[in-house]
Every structure is written in C-alpha cells, then in structure tokens.
C-alpha cells in the first residue's frame, strides 16, 4: 500500500523517547516501514533536503504526505492502516487514550521526566548537545540548573507513578484498557515511564522502585514482553540513507487528497494563504512557511515546494501556532 515498505519513511534516531511512541507502534502492529537514521542534533541534512525546517523528532512520510509530531503520527497510521487498528473502542476508552497523551505531552510529564536526565550522562557533558537543546527547549541545560530542577521533578514524577498505581493499574489488570493485548492507551501511557526506568540514573530507586509501585513496574515489563514478541514477528524496517529516502517522497504521490480549509475556523484563514507554522512549545524557532491547503479542528496542512516539487506538511492542532505570513508583526500571545 502507498508504495514500498508502505510508502512509509520514519525520520528518527532510536533514544529519542518520543519517536519510540511510533516505532512501539509499528512493531505492534507488524506495519512495514523504512527509516531514515538522524543525528540526535541539528543539523539534519536530510530533513532540510525536503524543505522543512519544523526541526523536532519524529517525522514521517507516508507518500509524499509528510507528519510533524508524534502525535499526528499514530492518529494518522491508525487512520490509513485501519486493519486490527490498536485504538481504543468505545467512547470512554477513547478519553482514556486521549487524557493520557494530553497528560504525558501538553500537561508537561514529559518536560518533566526529562528534567531528570543524569548529570553524570556523557551527552550532557558534551557542549555541542547541550547547546542545541537550550536552542530546542529555549531554557538552560547547565548541570548547575539539571541538579536546581530535579528535586522538584522527582517530586512530579514521583507522583505520576502513584496515580498509575492506584487508579487503573490498581485492580491487577494486564493493560490499561483491561484488554488482553496492549493498545494504542498504554503506549500514550507508558513512554515517560519507561524511557525514565531505563534511564540509569534518572530514579533514585529507594523512592521509586518496583517495591513502591509493583503495579506500574510489572506493567512496564509485560509492556517490554510484549514488544519483544512483536518485534520478533514484524518485518525488518529497511534503512535508507537521505538521498534514496528523499527520492522516494518526491516521487510518490500524495495518500490525502481530500484537504480542505474550514471556512468556519476561528482564525478565518483562507486556503492558498501564505502562512508560517510552529510549535508553541519547544524547537519553536524552527517554522515552516508555505502555502495553507488544510485546515480542521485538529490539523494544519501546508503545501512547501522542494526541489521543485510539492509536498504536503501535516501538523497536529494543539501545541502549534498557524499565522498569516504578512501579519506576523504583532507579539503573539502565549498558550
Ligand atoms: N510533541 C512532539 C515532541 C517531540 C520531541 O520532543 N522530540 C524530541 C526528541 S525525544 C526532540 O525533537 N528533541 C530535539 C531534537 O531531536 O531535535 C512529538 O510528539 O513529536
């Protein structure tokens, strides 16, 4: 479907937390898919060969649609994959599923949890690392400012753990949705959880441990299972360098082609608008610019021309601004 290995090509490098999210999501469900392997810093020759400057892991095309944030990522492979989808079924199922990303993403657990990367880590001693995360986070990544923060993270995280232990996971059940098989909610619950658990470091284990939270931790191990098995069954993923990658997006065709602009959206743009978009909360300096061809309750589409071909941009609804190019001049509020 929509080309080889799916028309599918995963921006990624593999300890970025967030870019697991999709990769846990494609072995679960045996989806076949290329990657293209990225640098954990900028620059990123072969994102920029593609026009986009959004600057943020994960990205993936499918076709020559392209989808920036990991959020608009699942939605969509839930979307255009819909065979033994791992989403949730019924409506207060599907709030679980939704209360968690909003938890872990835009509610700040993640901001969070990576306040507690260790100081003794190598790549934050490493200043060409630190300073392109103050860039991408636009605070400081000084070790003096990691210890300063981290009681009070611990605190958050600490807390985090207990409201896993006593709320859903609290009747013994194997996942979140009491299924018999993970889904789609224990990956928007699970990811800040366990890339902190297999961070050295990151926990001190005499507050947070399997003795504390026996509940959260079995989870995270029958979570791993479970991956593993999966894994071990799912096609390999082909590993192409930029160039082939590149090549590949610009020479399929578009896998959305019924995109349209709201013409009641409380922003009143309208579509061939020039427009920049941007996330609000981290590698924000980062904007794309292009033309606006898709604009609903939950996503902006842009058209970028590269190598003198068009390509369509997808972002997620919340957590991005989306503005006219000529009326950029006023000092946007902060949401
Ligand atoms: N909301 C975004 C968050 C993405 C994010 O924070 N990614 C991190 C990696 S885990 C990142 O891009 N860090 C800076 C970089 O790699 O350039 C998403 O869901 O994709």
Known sequence: MYGPNN???LYHYSFSPVARRVLWYLSLRGIDYAECKQPPVLPRPDVATLGIKYRRIPLMAIGR???????IILRKLEALFPDSALSASTGEQKAVEKLFEIWTMEAGLFPRAS??????????????????????????WS????EANRPEALASIRSAFKVLETTLLADGR???LKT??????DIEAIWTFDWLNGLKGALPRELISDKKYPKVFAWIAR?????????????KPATLKGDVAAERIFNASFVEKDLAV??????????????????????????????????????????????????????????FRVRAVAATGGTPSKL
């Open 7 to 9: 028309g599918v090509v």
């Open 65 to 71: 649609d392209i989808y920036c944030d990991s959020r």
């Open 115 to 140: 306040q507690l990367i260790p100081t003794s880590m190598p790549l934050l001693n490493d200043p060409h690392f630190t300073k392109d995360r103050e860039d991408y986070s636009g605070r400081s």
């Open 143 to 146: 070790k003096e400012q990691i």
């Open 174 to 176: 194997d996942w979140v």
């Open 180 to 185: 018999d098989h993970p889904t789609l909610a």
């Open 223 to 235: 979570f791993n299972d479970a991956l593993k098995a999966s894994k071990a069954k799912a096609p």
């Open 262 to 319: 709201d013409p009641a959206d409380p922003l009143g743009l309208k579509r061939g608008t020039e427009v920049e978009v941007f996330p609000v909360d981290s590698g924000t300096h980062h904007r794309d610019q292009g033309r606006l061809i898709g604009l609903t309750e939950d996503e902006v589409v842009l058209g970028i021309q590269a190598q003198g071909k068009e390509l369509h941009l997808h972002y997620p609804r919340t957590g």
